[in-house]
């Protein structure tokens, strides 16, 4: 929530601008990303970096200062979590060669592969929602709009996959 008296006099003009577009620009920062109090942050961002910057006291051209300005706080944050991924993906590899026991390595070889037969047993729609999803990485929104289905239909799919691969593990796992 912004505060008129926490505004420097040239923004004071803006604020009524910055009004108008709040909403439209929450739900298209919403849709794209898929969850609205994520989006909530990144407009919020870009209001501060607009008001921060010498360009907020032009009121004519603040509307595609706040658009442009959200959409690349919203790509810069994509592409953090892209590396973070890849941190981890490293972070689990030394992680697997750095154990030493080798019945743990088999062990886990034997899960995996397990996992993998269960995968391949799903639908073939469901084991594209759950791979997308667990392996991939992509939000509901993300997979729904890529399988041409409503997001609905997307988490019903990962929760049978999930139900599927958790009874199957369990039922081998009691073996």
Known sequence: MLYRYDLPLSALGCLSVFERYYHDLHNLISRSIGCRDKAQDVVQEAYARVLASPHATATAGVGALLYTTAKNIVIDQYRQNNARQYDDIERMELMASSADEPERRVAG????????????????????????????????????AKMGISIN???????????????????RGAQ
């Open 153 to 171: 239909m997307v988490e019903k799919h990962i929760i049978n996959g999930m139900i599927i691969c958790k009874r199957g593990l369990a039922e």
């Open 109 to 144: 070889r034997q899960s995996m592969q397990q996992l993998i037969q269960l995968i391949e047993t799903l639908s073939p729609r469901c084991k594209e929602a759950f791979v997308l999803y667990k392996l991939d990485g992509l939000s509901h929104a993300e997979i729904a």
